[in-house]
């Protein structure tokens, strides 16, 4: 593979990287009103979840631009993967505890 047709298939993938996030932030809409009754909150509370979701995105972004210089891209995705995990276990072990709307406050 000579340099142009890389340099290609690298951009083209920045490309389909960026369209899928822009993706995953405009399809939030459409879960909005099933989040709202699944958990029971008001309008503010579930726009505030979307709004965290796609400001952690892209604050991250250049965090993580600046991680994959530095070690690569393949470090970095497997960096990227272990902290998804930590972070899907600790969702799991906050949602086993008991919440504070159980008790009666907010």
Do not use: E, H
Not at 13 to 40: E, H, N, P, R
């Amino acid at each position: 593979m000579n340099d142009s047709t890389a340099r290609g298939a690298r951009l083209t993938g920045y490309w389909l990287v960026c369209l899928g996030t822009l993706g995953v932030q405009y399809a939030y809409s459409a879960l909005f009103v099933v989040i709202m009754d699944k958990f029971l909150c008001s309008r503010a509370q579930a726009a505030l979840v979307g709004a965290w979701c796609a400001g952690i995105m892209d604050g991250l972004g250049i965090i993580m631009g600046t991680t994959v210089i530095r070690l690569g891209f393949r470090r970095a995705c497997i960096m990227g993967g272990l902290l998804s995990a930590t972070g899907r276990s600790g969702g799991t072990l906050l949602s086993a505890t008991p919440s504070s709307s159980a008790s009666g406050t907010l």
